[in-house]
């Protein structure tokens, strides 16, 4: 028999993969600006006016300078 909550986990999407520019360091918060003009933050650590990859609330690593362009459907 499978464990229902595993099951559950497995119908529930992955937080998604983003990335922003580093606008403001507070202690191990970090501020940051989406592409899209959005702001919102995330622990961990990084240097203002770089871009970093953001997951579920938590700096993944530092992201390419490559220009970014968004794509509305």
Do not use: C, H, S, W
């Not at 119908?11 to 993969?17: A, E, I, S």
């Not at 003009?37 to 390419?64: H, K, L, M, S």
């Amino acid at each position: 028999m499978r464990n229902p909550y595993k099951v559950l986990l497995g119908l529930l999407p992955n937080p998604p993969l983003m990335v922003g520019t580093v606008i403001a360091v507070d202690g191990g918060t970090v501020t940051f600006q989406l592409p899209g003009g959005g702001i919102t933050q995330a622990r961990g650590d990084a240097i203002i006016n770089t871009q970093v990859f953001i997951r579920d609330g938590v700096i993944e690593g530092a992201a390419e300078n490559l220009p970014i362009e968004i794509i509305e459907l």
